[in-house]
Nanobody, 123 residues
Framework: VQLQAFGGGLVQTGGSLRLSCGAS????????MGWFRQAPGKEREFVAA????????WSADSVKGRFTISRDNAKNTVYLQMNSLKPEDTAVYYC?????????????????WGQGTLVTVSS
């Protein structure tokens, strides 16, 4: 599975962005997908995950109620809708996939990674 994330940019506090992650390969529909982020000088952290069917999702407490993960298996794409953005959301955002059908917040359990897209939230 090859992943490519896009949709990042500069937004003001309180604004919204939608990230997309396109995947190649026939196994996308069976993969658990996740979004992670890494701010300068910090470790990569879990943002959200979604089951292969899209029925189940899991979000970090820091983004719960503001970010929504979704997927369209027909388009081989996973999304991250980000609302009410805060300066502390500034980071490079990565999409990731794992081929075991269990959602996880642990980055090392994801096998495939996209190249990252930068989100900057100005105060």
């Amino acid at each position: 599975v090859q992943l490519q994330a896009f949709g990042g940019g500069l937004v003001q506090t309180g604004g919204s962005l939608r990230l997309s992650c396109g995947a190649s390969g026939r196994t996308f529909s069976s993969a658990v997908m996740g979004w992670f982020r890494q701010a300068p000088g910090k470790e990569r952290e879990f943002v959200a995950a979604i089951s292969s069917s899209g029925v189940s999702t899991w979000s970090a407490d820091s983004v719960k109620g503001r970010f929504t993960i979704s997927r369209d298996n027909a388009k081989n794409t996973v999304y991250l809708q980000m609302n009410s953005l805060k300066p502390e959301d500034t980071a490079v955002y990565y999409c990731a996939a794992r081929n075991i059908p269990v959602m996880s917040s642990t980055a090392s359990l994801y096998v495939y990674w996209g190249q990252g897209t930068l989100v900057t939230v100005s105060s």
